[in-house]
């Protein structure tokens, strides 16, 4: 573990995901976290993970970014010491307009309707769904059991910006200057590259998830909207299977 992202969502860490990759490491993003390290997330959730767990889970990932790291940093942090941490951060007002507008058009407009379908119909979508609900309330102090009926979020305006100063007054509290970088996406490559003992590459400082792009042309390359459209056409095709034998046997059993 070399890098580890403690910055919360929609302040640039999709950007500075794109950016570590550019710079080499293999990154795990919410999408690689959600999928390929559930049992860790499951075993901090319920209380029973060690420090072995951690070691053994991450021991070959480069880099954490976005949830749930965010929520569980600092116990990650305890068992890979030398890891360089990187606090990103914006504004706080721009940053509650940016995560409203992500949220808003998670919960409006056609391609969310089918995300939320599948999200309602399929045992990956169920699951993740629940998982979601989870890091919110670890992360946000927001719970909605009914997230999966509902498909609504809380726009608890002022919940959300306390959580979001608290948990930057603690990294910044809690990381000595010197072992930590204050990152925000219009500083650019510079003092990333410094901070990392990287090249500075010959291209633009990564601008992911504008507008919430995330869920719209990102949205069908990410690996679980295709895990769950792999599921919904099972289950469309054992549907159509089922709804096929009914009818047979309805007119000729």
Request: neutral net charge; glycine residues 6%.
């Given at each position: 573990?070399?890098?580890?992202?403690?910055?919360?969502?929609?302040?640039?860490?999709?950007?500075?995901?794109?950016?570590?990759?550019?710079?080499?490491?293999?990154?795990?993003?919410?999408?690689?976290?959600?999928?390929?390290?559930?049992?860790?997330?499951?075993?901090?959730?319920?209380?029973?993970?060690?420090?072995?767990?951690?070691?053994?889970?991450?021991?070959?990932?480069?880099?954490?970014?976005?949830?749930?790291?965010?929520?569980?940093?600092?116990?990650?942090?305890?068992?890979?010491?030398?890891?360089?941490?990187?606090?990103?951060?914006?504004?706080?007002?721009?940053?509650?307009?940016?995560?409203?507008?992500?949220?808003?058009a998670f919960y409006s407009g056609p391609r969310a309707a089918i995300l939320k379908f599948l999200l309602l119909t399929t045992p990956t979508g169920y699951?993740?769904?629940k998982f979601v609900n989870k890091i919110m309330r670890y992360g946000y102090g927001v719970e909605d059991d009914n997230l999966i009926l509902s498909f609504?979020?809380?726009?608890?305006?002022?919940?959300?910006?306390?959580?979001?100063?608290?948990?930057?007054?603690?990294?910044?509290?809690?990381?000595?200057?010197?072992?930590?970088?204050?990152?925000?996406?219009?500083?650019?490559?510079?003092?990333?590259?410094?901070?990392?003992?990287?090249?500075?590459?010959?291209?633009?400082?990564?601008?992911?998830?504008?507008?919430?792009?995330?869920?719209?042309?990102?949205?069908?390359?990410?690996?679980?909207?295709?895990?769950?459209?792999?599921?919904?056409?099972?289950?469309?095709?054992?549907?159509?299977?089922?709804?096929?034998?009914?009818?047979?046997?309805?007119?000729?059993?």
């Amino acid at each position: 573990m070399k890098v580890i992202c403690v910055g919360f969502w929609k302040t640039g860490t999709k950007s500075m995901s794109k950016a570590l990759i550019d710079l080499g490491y293999n990154v795990y993003d919410y999408a690689e976290q959600s999928f390929l390290l559930r049992s860790l997330w499951d075993k901090f959730f319920d209380g029973t993970v060690t420090d072995d767990d951690i070691y053994q889970a991450l021991k070959d990932v480069d880099a954490l970014i976005d949830g749930p790291t965010i929520v569980f940093w600092e116990e990650i942090y305890r068992v890979f010491p030398e890891a360089k941490i990187i606090l990103t951060m914006r504004d706080e007002d721009k940053w509650w307009k940016s995560l409203k507008g992500m949220n808003d058009a998670f919960y409006s407009g056609p391609r969310a309707a089918i995300l939320k379908f599948l999200l309602l119909t399929t045992p990956t979508g169920y699951s993740f769904t629940k998982f979601v609900n989870k890091i919110m309330r670890y992360g946000y102090g927001v719970e909605d059991d009914n997230l999966i009926l509902s498909f609504s979020w809380s726009r608890n305006e002022k919940l959300y910006k306390l959580k979001y100063r608290q948990h930057n007054a603690y990294v910044l509290h809690t990381v000595p200057d010197n072992k930590r970088l204050v990152h925000e996406p219009s500083h650019g490559w510079s003092p990333l590259c410094e901070y990392l003992g990287k090249e500075v590459p010959g291209k633009a400082y990564p601008h992911q998830n504008k507008n919430a792009s995330i869920f719209t042309s990102e949205l069908m390359s990410n690996p679980i909207f295709i895990k769950l459209s792999r599921e919904m056409l099972v289950e469309l095709a054992v549907f159509v299977l089922i709804l096929a034998a009914a009818v047979g046997w309805w007119f000729y059993g």
